[in-house]
C-alpha cells in the first residue's frame, strides 16, 4: 500500500511566521504534488515535482516555495504566513507514468490556520 | 475560469438507490477523467477512471459514464450505502499529462440509512 505522510494535521501560525510543511512517501513515486483544498473551490496545485531537485509552478504558486531534496520528501514553504493561505494543505504523490493515467496518493491533509 | 464543474455542492440519496454525481469539463483536451473519495480528516482516494476513448467504466457498484460531445460525465454508485457518505471529486488530466489534474469543487454525498 502506497502510504503519503504530513508532518502535522494540525497547525496554528502567526501571520508572517516562516511555515514548514513536510511530506513523505514511501512508494520511491517520481511525482509529489502540492494543493490547497478550499470550500467551493476543490482541490488547487500549488506546486508540483517530477524529479528530484526539480519544480514546477501550479495553478496558484504565489506567496508559496516547495523544496526536494531527496526523492521521498516534499516540502511546502510559506515564507511569509498571511491568513488568506489558511486552508487545507494536501500533498500527493504518483508514479512517472505515460502521463494521463497517473493515479495519485494523498497524504490525510495539514489544516493550517493563520491567524 | 473553472474547467472541471461539478455543479451540485450536495446530495442525499437514501440507502439502496442510486446516487448520480455529475460532472462538466469544458477543455477539449483532457482525455482521462477520474473520481476521488474523501472522507473528512483523510485524503482523497482514488476511486474509479475512464479514458476519453471509453464511453462507460464499470467497477462493482461504480459506473462511470463519459459523453464527449456533451463534455459530461457522470459517476452512478448502485446500490448506494450509508459507508458512501463522503465528498467525491471529478477530475480530469490533458493529453499532455497527469501534471495538471484539474479538479472539480467536490460534490458531497449523503446516504441515509
Known amino acids: 500500500d502506497v502510504k503519503v505522510t504530513q508532518s502535522s494535521r494540525y497547525l496554528v501560525k502567526r501571520t508572517g511566521e516562516k511555515v514548514f510543511l513536510e511530506c513523505v512517501q514511501d512508494?520511491?513515486?517520481?511525482?509529489m504534488f502540492w494543493y490547497r483544498q478550499d470550500p467551493g473551490l476543490g482541490l488547487r496545485l500549488i506546486y508540483f515535482?517530477?524529479?528530484?531537485?526539480?519544480?514546477e509552478k501550479g495553478d496558484i504558486p504565489e506567496g508559496y516555495s516547495v523544496s526536494r531534496e531527496k526523492k521521498e520528501r516534499f516540502s511546502l514553504i510559506l515564507e511569509s504566513a498571511s491568513t488568506n493561505q489558511t486552508s487545507m494543505y494536501l500533498c500527493?504523490?504518483?508514479?512517472?507514468?505515460?502521463?494521463?493515467?497517473?493515479?495519485?496518493?494523498f497524504g490525510p491533509g495539514t489544516r493550517l490556520t493563520v491567524l | 475560469d473553472q474547467q472541471v464543474k461539478q455543479n451540485s455542492p450536495s446530495l442525499s440519496v437514501q440507502e439502496g438507490r442510486i446516487s448520480i454525481l455529475n460532472c462538466d469539463y469544458t477543455?477539449?483536451?483532457?482525455?482521462?477523467f477520474l473520481w476521488y473519495k474523501k472522507y473528512p480528516a483523510e485524503g482523497p482516494t482514488f476511486l474509479i477512471s475512464?479514458?476519453?476513448?471509453?464511453d462507460k467504466n464499470e467497477d462493482g457498484r461504480f459506473t462511470v459514464f463519459l459523453n464527449k460531445s456533451a463534455k459530461h460525465l457522470s459517476l452512478h454508485i448502485v446500490p448506494s450505502q450509508p459507508g458512501d457518505s463522503a465528498v467525491y471529486f471529478c477530475?480530469?488530466?490533458?493529453?499532455?499529462?497527469?501534471?495538471?489534474?484539474?479538479f472539480g469543487a467536490g460534490t458531497r454525498l449523503f446516504v441515509k440509512a
Open positions: 500527493a504523490s504518483s508514479l512517472a507514468g505515460t502521463g494521463s493515467s497517473d493515479t495519485q496518493y
Open positions: 512508494m520511491d513515486h517520481e511525482n
Open positions: 515535482s517530477y524529479d528530484v531537485k526539480m519544480k
Open positions: 477543455n477539449s483536451m483532457f482525455d482521462y
Open positions: 475512464i479514458s476519453s476513448i471509453k
Open positions: 477530475a480530469a488530466s490533458p493529453l499532455a499529462g497527469g501534471f495538471k489534474t484539474i
